[in-house]
Structures are given as structure tokens and as C-alpha cells.
């Protein structure tokens, strides 16, 4: 197996401080166990390429406060209730968790205590065990937006901004208060090296709100999870899937560390690189909707080195992941390519610049 990075140069990457190699972060992405028959031959490739960093995972709180389930917290839960009774086939988006406000106060009484001692439990072995020298993060999904809508339901949450802005804005807090809490347990109890979390705050048109409706329930509460981060040695990457532009100006204010995918064909990459390039670093993400499902391992190599290319300046600022999870129909030999041009032209690219 090839050597990963050790913490400093992933950290040069981060910082513009000139890396000796393009990162690579490809595996959390890419899961093995998707590819059925062929999950062999995926951990074969994954053991021949690093991930230039290492993860953990808090316990974070059950949606439902439901003692049937595996491993269930009683109480440590988003909602103080049982999970309804299946209403038939719909989409995620759908679900209607908080079907009325006037659950809000209860909900907010009974919300999860930060504090839980098992939330790290395991954690610092794991870091122990396999992340000596590496560069190390704590990671959950479903941030702001994610979990407002999970809660609320999308159409109601989209209605909530103008129509019920105060409960909105009391939801929010107490997940920034909660989020903001774990951060900090983050860096004094793990000592980990970033943060990152998921909210996907945009389509492949356009965003999924206003600049101002982001600008009043989403940007201060960003601001003050990034102060925690930074404010407790780390670094704070999103993951925000769709045409973010509106906004990037937004995080470059508040201090947006790493920004992943810059999502192929909602974008300008040129454009994106030309005016943030130096601002944000970019978890560059492979477009797993047609290069790498459908293009040929030629197709795949051309559109590695374009990422590089596009992204990595003299001071770095650029490293290399899926856009998002790489699906089972994914030819092998299109993986291989992915992982293998990653790995050599972002050692090429680099060596360009010393």
C-alpha cells in the first residue's frame, strides 16, 4: 500500500501552505460492501490507495425515542415520542415529523443532553489503534437544513422560513446549541483535527432558499459552529451538494475551512476556482452521475487531472474525493482509474510547484 500523508501535510493542503501531495480521501465515499460480488475486488483497490485521513463517529441522538430499536438511549433522542405507525409510501422528504408547532416546547424539554457519556465511547481507542500521526476528524450527518426538514418535513420547512420564522429559529438553536456543545467535547476529549458535517443547501439549478432566508436562519449559526471549531484547534469542512454559489461568499466570511463536492454540472469549476481559490480549500468530488458510472477509465483519468488542475494552486488548497457515495454500477476498472490517477498526478501536480 501506498503511503498516506502524514497530519502536516494534509494540514498544508487545508491552509495553503504548499502539500507534497494532492490528498486523497476516495474510501468513505466508496463502500465496499455496495459492490455485492465485486466487494472484494473494491477492498482490494482500497488497500492499494490511502485516505489521507481518519474519521470518528459520535453517538448521536435516535430520531425517535424508541426502546424497540437496537442500542436505544431512552431519552436520548430528537423527539420525546415513539415513531408513528407507517402511512404508506412516500418520500423521505416527506415525513412529518413535527406535525404542529405546539409540540415545539415539549420536544425542547425533553431535547438530548450533550453531555451523554457514551457519546464517544470506543473513539479514542479507534485513534489510538489507527490514527497515530494522521489527520483526524469527528464526523455526523444532517446539520441545519438536513435536520430541519428530516424533523419538519422539506415542504413545511420551506413554508416555516416565512410563515413561522420564530419556532424555526428556536429548532435551530437548540441543534446549534447541541452541535456546538459536541464540537467542543470534540477537541478537549479527542484532540481530533476537523470537523465535518453535511447539509445539502442546494439543487442542481440553483439553491434550495434565498440568500436571505440563508442569511437569517443558516449563517449565524454556521458562524458560531466554525468559532467552536476553530476556537478548539480544528478545522471545518461542509459537505453541500447542489449549486451553493450564492452562498460562498457567505462562508468565505465566517470562515469555511473545506467546502466538498462543487458539484459537477450545477457549477463553473473555473469559475468557482478562479474567484474562491486561496479563500476555501476544495474536497474536490469525482461526479459519480456520469464520469464515473458511464464514461470509460480514460474518461475517468481525464476528469481526475481536470479536478487537479482546476483546483490545486502553487500554495495547495485542493484535495480529491467522490462527489458523493460511488454506486454499485460503477465498472471496477473505473474505480481503479479514479483512485489510481489521484494518487500520481497528485503526486505529478505537486512536484510541479516545489
Given at each position: 500500500m501506498r503511503e498516506a500523508l502524514p497530519r502536516d501535510e494534509v494540514v498544508k493542503a487545508i491552509e495553503h501552505r504548499g502539500p507534497s501531495r494532492v490528498p486523497m480521501m476516495i474510501h468513505m465515499w466508496n463502500g465496499a460492501g455496495e459492490f455485492a460480488e465485486r466487494e472484494q475486488q473494491v477492498r482490494e483497490i482500497q488497500a492499494e490507495?490511502?485516505?489521507?485521513?481518519?474519521l470518528i463517529i459520535p453517538r448521536m441522538p435516535a430520531h425517535w425515542d424508541d426502546p424497540a430499536a437496537e442500542g436505544c438511549i431512552p431519552g436520548y433522542s430528537w423527539l420525546n415520542a415513539p415513531p408513528p405507525q407507517s402511512?404508506?409510501?412516500?418520500?423521505?422528504?416527506?415525513?412529518?415529523?413535527?406535525?404542529?408547532?405546539?409540540?415545539?416546547?415539549?420536544?425542547?424539554?425533553?431535547?438530548?443532553?450533550?453531555?451523554?457519556?457514551?457519546?464517544?465511547?470506543?473513539?479514542?481507542?479507534?485513534?489510538?489503534?489507527?490514527?497515530?500521526g494522521r489527520y483526524t476528524g469527528m464526523h455526523w450527518w444532517f446539520c441545519f437544513y438536513e435536520r430541519l426538514w428530516s424533523l419538519r418535513g422539506?415542504?413545511?420547512?420551506?413554508?416555516?422560513?416565512?410563515?413561522?420564522?420564530?419556532?424555526?429559529?428556536?429548532?435551530?438553536d437548540a441543534l446549534c446549541d447541541f452541535y456546538?456543545?459536541?464540537?467542543?467535547?470534540?477537541?478537549?476529549?479527542?484532540?481530533?483535527?476537523?470537523?465535518?458535517?453535511?447539509?445539502?443547501?442546494?439543487?442542481?439549478?440553483?439553491?434550495?432558499?434565498?440568500?436571505?432566508?440563508?442569511?437569517?436562519?443558516?449563517?449565524?449559526?454556521?458562524?458560531r459552529l466554525i468559532r467552536t471549531a476553530h476556537a478548539n484547534g480544528m478545522h471545518f469542512w461542509l459537505h453541500t451538494c447542489g449549486n451553493v454559489m450564492p452562498f460562498l461568499d457567505d462562508f468565505v466570511e465566517i470562515g469555511l475551512d473545506v467546502?466538498?463536492?462543487?458539484?459537477?454540472?450545477?457549477?463553473?469549476?473555473?469559475?468557482?476556482?478562479?474567484q474562491y481559490g486561496g479563500k476555501l480549500?476544495?474536497?474536490?468530488?469525482?461526479?459519480?452521475?456520469?464520469?464515473?458510472?458511464?464514461?470509460?477509465?480514460?474518461?475517468v483519468r481525464r476528469e481526475v487531472r481536470f479536478m487537479i488542475d482546476t483546483y490545486d494552486r502553487p500554495d495547495g488548497g485542493c484535495m480529491i474525493t467522490a462527489g458523493n457515495g460511488v454506486t454499485p454500477d460503477v465498472p471496477i476498472e473505473n474505480l481503479r482509474a479514479?483512485?489510481?490517477?489521484?494518487?500520481?498526478?497528485?503526486?505529478?501536480?505537486?512536484?510541479?510547484?516545489?
Open positions: 490507495y490511502p485516505q489521507d485521513f481518519f402511512s404508506g409510501v412516500h418520500g423521505h422528504d416527506a415525513n412529518v415529523a413535527i406535525a404542529d408547532w405546539s409540540q415545539l416546547d415539549g420536544i425542547l424539554a425533553a431535547w438530548p443532553d450533550s453531555s451523554l457519556p457514551q457519546m464517544y465511547d470506543g473513539t479514542r481507542e479507534q485513534i489510538q489503534q489507527h490514527a497515530a422539506m415542504e413545511n420547512v420551506l413554508c416555516d422560513f416565512y410563515e413561522n420564522p420564530e419556532q424555526i429559529a428556536r429548532l435551530i456546538c456543545a459536541i464540537i467542543e467535547r470534540a477537541g478537549k476529549e479527542l484532540g481530533v483535527d476537523f470537523v465535518f458535517t453535511t447539509d445539502d443547501i442546494g439543487m442542481q439549478t440553483g439553491p434550495m432558499f434565498s440568500p436571505a432566508i440563508f442569511r437569517e436562519f443558516f449563517k449565524p449559526r454556521y458562524e467546502i466538498h463536492p462543487i458539484q459537477k454540472y450545477t457549477m463553473d469549476e473555473r469559475q468557482v476556482a478562479g480549500c476544495f474536497w474536490a468530488g469525482m461526479d459519480v452521475q456520469q464520469v464515473l458510472p458511464r464514461g470509460t477509465p480514460d474518461d479514479f483512485y489510481d490517477e489521484t494518487y500520481n498526478y497528485g503526486l505529478e501536480h505537486r512536484r510541479r510547484f516545489r
